[in-house]
Structures are given as structure tokens and as C-alpha cells.
């Protein structure tokens, strides 16, 4: 698990660099942009709503309490779609705001699609988390896992941590740099 984390904490990364230097190497930077939209930051509280939820079904089966992990592992795939969905919709308005302010110049192509770039790639992990969150949710309803046996529930929590983790760092850097 720590491998892959860290090959995807290089991905992120390096995305992060390619915006930076392209920053960096623009003539120009739009200074009109508009501000990112406020259904960033109600799909961040659902994210981080859902590494609750994660963490409570970790130590629901921790403590062998099987029905509890269940219940938090669905509410979990329940908060993540509301953040995918969410973030679409903020990337919609992002774009919509963009274009409303009639100044599509090549500095706001690169500004705009920044920020497509670095959500789009997230909400793919999400998307990716999304399957082995609903393997191991589907488990949960059909046997059940219990405090000697959950390793993947473990392994998928850890996972989701990181998207956490990577999602504020991502939102802190777009409010810098956008």
C-alpha cells in the first residue's frame, strides 16, 4: 500500500510542478479571474465527511462491530459520489463564470483548464477509490468482515487519507495560484 501511495503522492506532485512551471513560463498570468467556486468547498466537507466515515468503519471492525462498518463504509461510497457529483457541477460553474466574464484570452485557456487538470485528475483517483470501496462495502453486506479479518478495509482507508490529504493541498494550491 505504501508503494502505490507513494507513486501516486509522485503523480500529484509532478501535475503540481507542471502547472508551477507553466505559471512560471507564462508571459502573462490572467488577473480577472473569477474566484473558484463555493461548491469547491462544499464538496471538500463531503470529502472529509467521508474520511469520517472511513475512519469510523476502521474502528467499528476494529472493535468487531461489523453492522457499524457496514453502515459506515456505505455512508462513505454515499458522501463520495455527492463529492464527484459536486465537483462537476463546480466545474461547470467555474467554466460558466469564466466565459460569463467575456474574457477568454489563452492566459484564462491555461488558468481554466489548470484547474480542470488538477480536479479532473482527483476526482479519477476518487473514481478509482470508488471500486474498491464498493467491493469491499459489497463484502460488508453479504459476509462481513470481522476484527481479525480486515486488511483491505485498512489498506482502503489509508487510501482514502491520502485523497484527503492530496484534495486540501490541492485546494490550498488553486487558491494560491488561480
Not at 490572467?30 to 467521508?50: F, H, I, K, N, R
Not at 471500486?131 to 460488508?140: E, N, R
Request: net charge neutral.
Amino acid at each position: 500500500m505504501w508503494l502505490l501511495l507513494s507513486s501516486l503522492a509522485v503523480l500529484f506532485a509532478s501535475a503540481v510542478l507542471v502547472v508551477i512551471v507553466i505559471r512560471l513560463q507564462a508571459q502573462q498570468w490572467p488577473d480577472s479571474l473569477p474566484p473558484l467556486p463555493a461548491t469547491l468547498w462544499m464538496s471538500t466537507g463531503l470529502l472529509l465527511a467521508s474520511g469520517f466515515c472511513m475512519e469510523w468503519g476502521r474502528y467499528a471492525i476494529q472493535r468487531g462491530r461489523a453492522r457499524r462498518c457496514t453502515i459506515a463504509l456505505a455512508c462513505t461510497f454515499v458522501l463520495a459520489v455527492g463529492f464527484l457529483v459536486l465537483q462537476t457541477v463546480a466545474w461547470f460553474q467555474w467554466t460558466n463564470s469564466i466565459e460569463e466574464a467575456d474574457v477568454l484570452q489563452s492566459t484564462h485557456q491555461i488558468a481554466s483548464s489548470t484547474f480542470l487538470i488538477l480536479t479532473g485528475l482527483h476526482a479519477a483517483h476518487i473514481i478509482g477509490g470508488l471500486v474498491p470501496l464498493g467491493l469491499i462495502l459489497w463484502y460488508a453486506l453479504l459476509r462481513s468482515y470481522s476484527a481479525n479479518v480486515h486488511v483491505v478495509i485498512r489498506d482502503t482507508a489509508m487510501y482514502w487519507y491520502f485523497l484527503d490529504v492530496v484534495w486540501i493541498l490541492l485546494v490550498v494550491f488553486m487558491l494560491i495560484v488561480l
